[in-house]
């Protein structure tokens, strides 16, 4: 029999960002918040100082601050029919494991999403018309309006201390910013980061082609900064030790930083680690949720009594723990019905790689994970469609994040994969070459999305969660469009040898390429094709919310970030301000 503890007020599933905005704010408001992460705790001081901290081997090839395989994974396949096998190693994303979650080890760039995406159906039927798109290319509206989600936006990057130059201010362009950006209602609250090398190099060449660079935003800090909660974020120091590693100067603007210590201050707040969430338990009569099951660090079932409970997990995380629960009906892609697990999406990512051989010195260990120079022209929002057969888009960007010396060794196609050629080839490029990053957008495909593999199990004895995805061929068609882009910019840049890394026939989930996963517990109007409403509210069960990228209906061309926390407060504040005081539906069905 599970240990049954007091009740509380709201049950949050994770220890990342979603659950220490949520913890933060509304045991503020007075009511009792648990939050219950399945790793151990980390705090800036000591788990992130130097020298441990900058270990390649154990953070960006063992992936020490991730998730543990070995306890709880997941099953993969291309497609419905194939036989999906479980993730033994992590590889193309990296979840994280531990409070903080994955934003501990994020790189820090902080991109919104153009109003566009916000109402993607409607907006290529009004402008495209509604026989543009296949019906294998279920697009959806979001429910809410960029108008709507910006004050939130706003004040996200106000908490991580974001820096960056605006392109658009109450509606008017301003120089030296992205001029596709969608009205923002003041500027960013720092400046950018320097400019690298590599990033003028860039900027200069897509400039002389008519494009529109400009600094990526970055919540690495470039000044010492103190934000409405009251945390000081302090400078960066470009040590570039950023992606898969906890930031030892304060700069970067992770939960440790930037939003758990006024949480951790509140005794309404409590922070419960090594809880492994097994399941909501709900009334099926009432349709509520009661409260979670989890597994200590004991090996003890315990029970957490709530009136609310609010899922802060990973991404896929969260459909697989409703799926598990029973709640909702799991989405099926022969008849296309149901709605847990559906519209699962990730990013669509290719690259370039500009050589000098020697000829320039780019310095790359000279980093940040958000130090680049970037254009938008080819986003969703940016240019027409017309004739090109797909939606969506991506930035490109030369980034400087890293020079580490067992993953940076850029060599040009042809090259030798072992050996004295092999070594040769490092050695003459590792410091005059720059990386163009081509971040694409992810349209859901009906054959893409998250279920359970009854095949396999996890430590405590549950169904794994299978992902089933491969690329859409409208992302095949906007990768190659915008890639060849990217292609034309290097050449201007004047390299001496180029590589391109063209998007795979098929998605791999071996080698690495983000920790973007969206979807599966989509947001919307309509309960038939979407888990939440529009402030995140479970159709099923009014007092069961969700948090993070698992409610995007799509994934834009741009980190998610920035987004998943503006979303966090606007639900935030439907939960607190209409909801905790009158249990309801907010929205019917």
């Known amino acids: 029999m599970a240990i049954r503890m007091k009740p509380v007020d709201i049950a949050l599933v994770g220890g990342g960002m979603t659950a220490a905005i949520l913890g933060k704010e509304l045991a503020e408001a007075g009511y009792r918040v648990v939050a219950l992460e399945r790793g151990a705790m980390r705090q800036t001081v000591p788990d992130f ?37 479980p993730m033994r190693q992590l590889g193309s994303f990296l979840p994280g494991e531990g409070v903080g979650g994955a934003m501990v080890h994020w790189n820090g760039q902080t991109w919104r999403f153009q109003p566009e995406w916000f109402a993607l159906r ?54 030296g910013g992205n001029p596709f950006e969608g009205p923002r209602s ?31 935003p970055s919540s690495n800090s470039t000044r010492h900064y103190e934000n409405p909660y009251g945390a000081e974020l302090k400078p960066c120091m470009y040590c570039g030790f950023c992606e898969t590693y906890g930031c ?55 029970f957490q009594p709530a009136n609310v409970v609010a899922l802060c997990a990973f991404a896929h995380n969260n459909p697989i723990l409703m799926l598990q629960s ?61 004739g090109l057969g797909f939606v969506g888009g991506a930035y490109i960007a030369a980034y400087q994040t890293s020079g580490r010396p067992i993953h940076h060794h850029p060599v040009p196609d042809g090259t030798p994969r072992w050996g004295l050629a092999w070594k040769e080839a490092v050695a003459r490029h590792y410091n005059s070459t720059v990386s163009l ?45 915008v890639t060849e882009k990217a292609w034309r910019i290097a050449e201007a840049m004047g390299a001496k040898q180029l590589s391109v890394g063209w998007l795979d026939d098929h998605y791999s989930i071996v080698p690495y390429q983000t920790t973007h996963n969206t979807g599966g517990t989509i947001m919307g109007t309509d309960p038939t094709t979407s888990v939440v409403n529009r402030y995140l509210q479970s159709w099923d069960l009014h007092n069961l919310w969700v948090m993070g990228a698992s409610v995007f209906p799509q994934n834009a061309g741009y980190n998610p970030t920035d987004t998943v926390g503006a979303l966090t407060y606007w639900a935030l504040d439907a939960l607190r301000n209409q909801y905790l005081n009158n249990p309801r539906p907010l929205v019917q069905a």
């Open 49 to 85: 100082q130097s020298p441990t901290m900058h270990d390649e081997l154990k953070y960006s090839v063992r992936h020490g601050m991730m998730q543990d395989t070995r306890v709880q994974t997941l099953s993969f396949r291309n497609f419905p029919g194939q036989r999906a096998l």
């Open 186 to 216: 003041a500027p960013y609250p720092n400046p950018p980061m320097k400019q690298s090398h590599s990033g003028h190099l860039f900027g200069q060449a897509a400039a002389t082609l008519g494009y529109h660079p400009f600094p990526v």
């Open 437 to 481: 990053s081509v971040h694409g957008s992810s349209v859901p495909h009906p054959n893409n999305y998250v279920g359970l593999d009854r095949n396999y199990t996890d430590a405590f004895g549950q169904p794994l969660g299978m992902i089933t995805f491969d690329f859409p061929y409208n992302d095949r068609l906007m990768s190659r469009h």
């Open 248 to 302: 030892e100067h304060f700069a970067k603007a992770s939960p440790q930083v930037s939003i758990l210590p006024s949480a951790l201050a509140n005794a309404n707040f409590e922070l419960r680690t090594r809880a492994y969430v097994l399941r909501i338990e709900w009334d099926r009569g009432a349709k509520i949720a009661t409260g979670v099951t989890y597994m200590d660090a004991r090996g003890r079932e315990v």
């Open 122 to 175: 409607s907006w290529v039927n009004e402008r495209y018309g509604r026989d543009f798109l296949d019906d294998d290319v279920p697009i959806q509206d979001w429910g809410i309006t960029y108008e709507e989600i910006e004050p939130h936006y706003d004040f996200f990057e106000k908490i991580c201390g974001t820096g960056g130059v605006a392109g658009n201010i109450q509606g008017q362009i301003q120089p």
């Open 326 to 386: 029973g709640i909702g009906e799991p989405y099926d892609p022969a008849t296309r019905k149901g709605t847990v697990g559906r519209n699962y999406t990730y990013q669509t990512m290719t690259s370039v790689d500009v050589f000098y051989e020697g000829a320039k010195r780019i310095n790359p260990f000279m980093g940040a994970g958000a130090l680049g120079t970037a254009i938008d022209d080819f986003n969703n929002g940016s240019f027409d469609h017309s």
